[in-house]
């Protein structure tokens, strides 16, 4: 697969990167959502990247290519949260603008894994 190591995957690091950010956003939420929207956001981000390190470790393309499909997946569960916590009034539009940069870089490097392995032709 040409990478012998899941940490050599950019898309892993910035999956990393955003597990990060997400930890650090969460503290500004309300307690009472310790439980609840926080919770849900942590074991979104952190299944980014550990998707993509489970996958890489199968040694198998398609199977790599299925948990990369999760960590898309986890992806768009994340930004869909962060715009209900904007909505909810936890987090302003400008707090969440870095943190849903970073998780579209993540999402396109993701999606362009997915396509090298795939064999698929890059869209224009």
């Known amino acids: 697969m040409g990478v012998s190591r899941y940490r050599e995957l950019v898309a892993w690091q910035k999956a990393m990167d955003l ?7 969460k503290q500004d939420f309300p307690p009472q959502e310790q439980f609840g929207l926080t919770n849900q956001l942590r074991r979104a981000a952190v299944s980014v ?3 993509i390190a489970e996958g890489q470790g199968r040694r198998l393309r398609k199977q790599f290519c299925l948990f990369l499909r999760t960590a898309r997946g986890s992806a768009q569960e994340i930004e869909t949260q962060l715009l209900i916590a904007q909505r909810l ?4 539009a400008q707090r969440l603008r870095p943190v849903l940069s970073l998780l579209e ?3 396109r490097l993701i ?5 090298s ?8």
Request: cysteine-free; overall charge neutral.
């Open 19 to 25: 597990v990060q950010e997400i930890y650090r956003l």
């Open 49 to 51: 990247p550990s998707n």
């Open 89 to 92: 009034g936890y987090a302003s």
């Open 105 to 107: 870089e993540t999402g």
């Open 111 to 115: 999606a362009g894994l997915l396509r």
């Open 117 to 124: 392995l795939e064999g698929r032709p890059t869209v224009s």
